[in-house]
């Protein structure tokens, strides 16, 4: 019997199902006879309990059962007939209007896959960064391997804070004569000249000797973290406690030692840190790339997205919104009242983009092979000290795999649409790539 399909809107459908009632009752029954054999009741011997008390107990959601296993059954095999691709559930009522005799009739009203045409991917134009590893880019990180390891000593009283300085301090900051949250504290450290505070802050110690006390104003940036202050100017009192100075290890060979290289040879240091480095920047730019080459993608394609799946994606986002919260302290997180509709453009986006995608793969082979995925797993191990045992954490998991698989695959179209696509290169500084500017 050919099914009958009917459009309501753009994705939406509907058709109807129909269940013989004699099946019905007899799959019930059997169901009731089986439940028989266990059910306990006052008065009887297990298994000898009545049916009409079994029926009595269990009759209505043994029926509620069987009706939604058949259901499901019939909805699956309709679908299939009509060559329909069903995103999400169905929904089912009861079919209103007289049904045939001896059968029961249902709706189910559902949403199917939207078809994705995508754009000449000839006409994409996207910017493919690239960035070089170089000398000034080893010495920055040798520097902060030794920062990493310094060691701090109190200056004499009559030497005021410098750049590199560990200063201990108490302050206390008002906006219009009035203390604020987060404006005060006492013993509190910080680096001088090393960005951990607002500039004009630093600014204001810097010089300072231990024991000097100071009052100035420092205006809050409008996009500072803190919403209360933002924008506004306060008045800071500040006393310096303590003046420490900063005292950087020798570049010797018992340094590199300590960093696990045997030799203790600084060419041996330097190799090792462009090694790592170059595996970073290559990750970065990968990302990066892949991004851009994925923006692109998205101005190629335009169709309508099933209700079911943003709202799936929403929901995600939520609870990953939620469980963020939960690990950052707050209390009740999960009953945290969270607008749904803040997700939803970033849920459509993300819906969308995974339709292209899979289209993409589908059409042109991209799948990930055994061979990229045990290449991107090893490349991901070397950057631990016992690459092996990586190897076989990754390779153990199948969800693990499942998330190696999707970067693999993402990584193949990307490259895949550059390989296409109009390409412009935009050369980066080491800097730039890894937001050290500045």
């Given at each position: 019997?050919?099914?009958?399909?009917?459009?309501?809107?753009?994705?939406?459908?509907?058709?109807?199902?129909?269940?013989?009632?004699?099946?019905?009752?007899?799959?019930?029954?059997?169901?009731?006879?089986?439940?028989?054999?266990?059910?306990?009741?006052?008065?009887?011997?297990?298994?000898?309990?009545?049916?009409?008390?079994?029926?009595?107990?269990?009759?209505?959601?043994?029926?509620?059962?069987?009706?939604?296993?058949?259901?499901?059954?019939?909805?699956?095999?309709?679908?299939?007939?009509?060559?329909?691709?069903?995103?999400?559930?169905?929904?089912?009522?009861?079919?209103?209007?007289?049904?045939?005799?001896?059968?029961?009739?249902?709706?189910?009203?559902?949403?199917?896959?939207?078809?994705?045409?995508?754009?000449?991917?000839?006409?994409?134009e996207v910017e493919r960064a690239t960035a070089e590893v170089n000398e000034a880019a080893i010495d920055r990180t040798v520097e902060i391997l030794r920062k990493q390891r310094r060691t701090f000593a109190?200056?004499?009283?009559?030497?005021?804070?410098?750049?590199?300085?560990?200063?201990?301090?108490?302050?206390?900051?008002?906006?219009?004569?009035?203390?604020?949250?987060?404006?005060?504290?006492?013993g509190f450290q910080f680096l001088v000249g090393e960005g951990q505070m607002l500039e004009a802050f630093e600014k204001a110690v810097r010089g300072m000797k231990a024991g000097e006390s100071k009052t100035f104003p420092l205006a809050f940036p409008e996009d500072y973290h803190g919403k209360d202050v933002a924008g506004k100017e306060a008045d800071f009192l500040v006393t310096v406690k303590k003046v420490?100075?900063?005292?950087?290890?020798?570049?010797?060979?018992?340094?590199?030692?300590?960093?696990?290289?045997?030799?203790?040879?600084?060419?041996?240091?330097?190799?090792?840190?462009?090694?790592?480095?170059?595996?970073?920047?290559?990750?970065?730019?990968?990302?990066?790339?892949?991004?851009?080459?994925?923006?692109?993608?998205?101005?190629?394609?335009?169709?309508?997205?099933?209700?079911?799946?943003?709202?799936?994606?929403?929901?995600?986002?939520?609870?990953?919104?939620?469980?963020?919260?939960?690990?950052?302290?707050?209390?009740?997180?999960?009953?945290?009242?969270?607008?749904?509709?803040?997700?939803?453009?970033?849920?459509?986006?993300?819906?969308?983009?995974?339709?292209?995608?899979?289209?993409?793969?589908?059409?042109?082979?991209?799948?990930?092979?055994?061979?990229?995925?045990?290449?991107?797993?090893?490349?991901?191990?070397?950057?631990?000290?016992?690459?092996?045992?990586?190897?076989?954490?990754?390779?153990?998991?199948?969800?693990?795999?499942?998330?190696?698989?999707?970067?693999?695959?993402?990584?193949?179209?990307?490259?895949?649409?550059?390989?296409?696509?109009?390409?412009?290169?935009?050369?980066?500084?080491?800097?730039?790539?890894?937001?050290?500017?500045?």
């Amino acid at each position: 019997m050919a099914i009958t399909v009917e459009t309501l809107d753009k994705l939406e459908r509907r058709i109807t199902l129909s269940l013989a009632a004699d099946a019905l009752k007899n799959e019930v029954d059997a169901r009731l006879k089986k439940l028989q054999r266990t059910t306990k009741a006052d008065g009887f011997r297990p298994g000898k309990v009545p049916m009409n008390v079994v029926a009595q107990r269990y009759g209505y959601s043994v029926q509620y059962e069987v009706v939604n296993d058949q259901l499901g059954v019939a909805f699956a095999k309709a679908a299939h007939e009509a060559g329909l691709r069903v995103a999400g559930q169905p929904t089912i009522s009861e079919k209103e209007g007289d049904a045939a005799e001896g059968q029961l009739q249902f709706d189910a009203t559902f949403e199917v896959y939207p078809e994705v045409a995508i754009g000449d991917l000839a006409s994409a134009e996207v910017e493919r960064a690239t960035a070089e590893v170089n000398e000034a880019a080893i010495d920055r990180t040798v520097e902060i391997l030794r920062k990493q390891r310094r060691t701090f000593a109190q200056r004499p009283a009559t030497e005021g804070a410098a750049d590199g300085d560990r200063v201990t301090i108490d302050f206390e900051g008002k906006i219009d004569g009035v203390p604020f949250d987060g404006g005060k504290a006492e013993g509190f450290q910080f680096l001088v000249g090393e960005g951990q505070m607002l500039e004009a802050f630093e600014k204001a110690v810097r010089g300072m000797k231990a024991g000097e006390s100071k009052t100035f104003p420092l205006a809050f940036p409008e996009d500072y973290h803190g919403k209360d202050v933002a924008g506004k100017e306060a008045d800071f009192l500040v006393t310096v406690k303590k003046v420490e100075a900063q005292n950087l290890p020798e570049l010797n060979e018992e340094f590199i030692k300590s960093l696990g290289l045997a030799d203790g040879s600084i060419d041996t240091l330097r190799a090792d840190i462009k090694r790592n480095l170059e595996r970073e920047v290559k990750f970065r730019i990968a990302a990066r790339n892949k991004a851009a080459a994925m923006e692109a993608l998205l101005k190629l394609v335009d169709f309508d997205l099933p209700k079911a799946l943003v709202d799936a994606e929403t929901e995600r986002l939520l609870e990953g919104a939620r469980a963020d919260l939960k690990a950052r302290g707050i209390p009740d997180a999960d009953k945290a009242p969270i607008p749904a509709e803040m997700f939803k453009p970033q849920a459509e986006r993300r819906v969308r983009l995974g339709l292209t995608v899979a289209e993409l793969v589908k059409a042109n082979d991209l799948a990930a092979k055994p061979e990229q995925l045990q290449a991107h797993i090893n490349e991901l191990a070397q950057s631990y000290e016992q690459p092996a045992q990586v190897v076989a954490w990754y390779m153990s998991d199948r969800q693990r795999m499942a998330e190696v698989e999707a970067v693999v695959i993402e990584g193949n179209v990307a490259d895949f649409i550059l390989s296409k696509a109009k390409v412009t290169d935009k050369p980066l500084s080491f800097e730039e790539l890894m937001g050290q500017q500045g």
